[in-house]
């Protein structure tokens, strides 16, 4: 099977950790024998950008030697058409939630790229979502969860006396982790310091910031800390939160995403019902105060990279068996009789 993955982010020189987990996928499904070619671009929000890479997507397609197409985010897609392959979108979040501007509320374009990303998931082939929660966005039509998988060789405990060593962090702090950048609108870092802040007089505490670390020194944060806080305003599937699970690090986190079904259950972490720096606090005491790590990897096996290739590949079966089905109905007859098109059954997912 030949795939063109179509993606808005990709890891580069200039932008390291992006995307890695469509990287990651991308890497996984070589492994196990899909030939994928990789098309990556940048919208920054300007139409050039699209209509620059949509032309070069197009001339990619035009030898029609893919099986199918695969797009990552739903804006990602408007640079499949028109494609007579098969189209395979994975939604993860924003695209169906919207972007947050700096004064905390949606912006304007967000509609836009919300109303794009649901006529996209009208004329897919299949549809995957990261998170059961984000499907409530999708017009009516079936789907698959599908979270992003997470490398449980690389995510793993490790000594937290070694892991401070290794990054010169305090022996005697109580660290909690951010495991974003400041400067990211969505994970809302002033409600992440004012919690800690509130516990300063309870513990010698420190937030510590991971924004741009190399994604390999992750495990070693969060073997590190104390706590990861997750404060974002909406997510998908948080791979931080399930990285954390994989290195046993508790989690606070509000109720975003399905962060609710990955650490609800697990003593030592907190889902917090309101978005308050003095509720975030209020968790945060609760894990200090227990003083231990959890017992989260076992929670995350089903993630395993491998297991999800496995169902990704089953999608990509379904996507090509409905548009061969679909063709071989709709072929027309061998015959010198002028024939019209009128009476040809329409696929469903082109309408």
Known sequence: MRVLMITSEW?????????????????????????????????????????RARRMAQATLADGSYDLVHAQWGQSALLAFPTRKPLIVTFRGSDLEGVIGTNGKYLAWSYVLRAISKRMARLADQVVVVSERIARHLPERPYHVVPA???????????????????????????VLFAASPQNLVKRYDLARDAVERLAGEWIIELVVASDVPHSQMPVYMS??????????????????????????PVVSVDVGD??????SIEGCVVCAEDTADALAAGLRQVLRRQQRIEGRKSVCDLDETVLTRRIISIYDQAVKQNEEWLSRNALPCSNETVTLDGLEPNPSRK
């Open 11 to 51: 890891p580069t020189s200039e932008h390291v950790n992006s995307g890695l987990f469509v990287a990651r996928q991308v890497e996984f499904l070589r492994r196990a024998g899909v030939d994928v070619d990789v098309f990556h671009f940048r919208g920054a929000r300007k139409l050039s950008n699209y209509l």
């Open 259 to 264: 962060v609710r079904e990955r650490i609800g």
């Open 149 to 175: 998988g997470i490398d449980l060789e690389l995510f793993a405990p490790m000594s937290q006396k070694e892991a401070r060593l290794r990054l010169c962090l305090p022996q005697e702090k109580a660290l």
């Open 224 to 249: 590190a800390c104390d706590v990861l806080l997750l404060t974002s305003v909406h997510e998908g599937s948080p791979n931080v939160v399930k990285e954390a699970l994989a290195c046993n690090l």
